[in-house]
């Protein structure tokens, strides 16, 4: 891990972008955090817009997670941003917009494409991330991950034990073989779904909470668009990471 800029932000948030195997990411830390008091880590999922699109909002999301003394990472996904793309992803994407543009159903083959080689790509980048970012002396504990393409959420959860607790966007596709993996995730999971997404089918976020195998999952629905997750739903959030992470 090479940091490549640093800089204090409002209320005590130390923000330090850096590449890894040139993949970048950012990582935002208490100004206080040090190896006598470090702290545990939210990795900040996203989805595939490019870290520069997805600045704004998980600049906020972080912020609210350092202020509850937590470090908060991220990393730019496969094909995203400033990456090199991948023609059959820009393929799936293709074939997506034009079966939404159409008013046609979202078929398993495009869902399938657009989703599984992204989770296979990104899953072992997040785990590399990880062994990077806990090998500071300033990050130490549990760690969580919060939020993003929620079949990669999936993916992790079954196999990645260092995750101790996830919360979940349900407002991406799903592909029908990632409801066979929830059947394996064990750790507590705080599931957040916007009730009139747009673009996500609320069947199948609801079957797949159902899938999930963990003792511990709550799902917090709110009515409302994509974009219209109150403020209430964050806090509910914040609430459940500091349950499970210290």
């Known amino acids: 891990m090479r940091f490549t800029s640093e800089q ?11 590449t890894l195997d040139e993949i970048p990411g950012i990582l935002w830390t208490p ?18 817009l490019g870290l520069r699109t ?3 909002r998980l600049e906020a999301r972080a912020r609210h997670s350092v202020a509850d003394g937590f470090a908060a990472a991220t990393i730019e996904l496969p094909g995203s941003g400033d990456r090199p793309r991948w023609a059959a992803a820009e393929q799936a994407r293709a074939d997506l917009r034009r079966a939404m543009e159409a008013g046609e159903p979202v078929s398993d083959e495009i869902i399938d494409a ?37 079949s990669i959420g999936v993916r992790l959860a079954v196999v990645e034990p260092r995750i ?55 799902l917090h629905a709110n009515m409302g668009g994509h974009t219209g997750v109150p403020q209430s739903a964050g806090d509910a959030a914040a609430q459940f990471f500091t349950r499970h992470l210290k």
């Open 164 to 218: 101790a607790a996830a919360g979940l966007f349900a407002g991406s596709f799903v592909p029908r073989a990632m409801f066979e993996e929830a059947r394996q995730v064990t750790i507590p999971l705080h599931v957040l779904l916007q009730w009139d997404d747009e673009g996500n089918d609320r069947q199948a976020a609801l079957d797949l909470f159902d899938a999930f195998g963990s003792k511990e999952k709550s």
């Open 8 to 18: 204090r932000l409002d209320e005590g948030v130390l923000e330090r972008e850096f």
């Open 31 to 48: 100004a206080s955090a040090s190896a006598s008091a470090p702290v545990p880590l939210i990795l900040l999922g996203h989805p595939p």
């Open 54 to 56: 997805m600045y704004p």
């Open 114 to 150: 657009l989703i599984l080689p992204l989770v296979e790509k990104a899953v072992p980048e997040w785990q590399a991330a990880l062994d990077a970012l806990l090998a500071l002396p300033e990050i130490g504990g549990k760690v969580g991950y919060s939020g993003g393409v929620i």
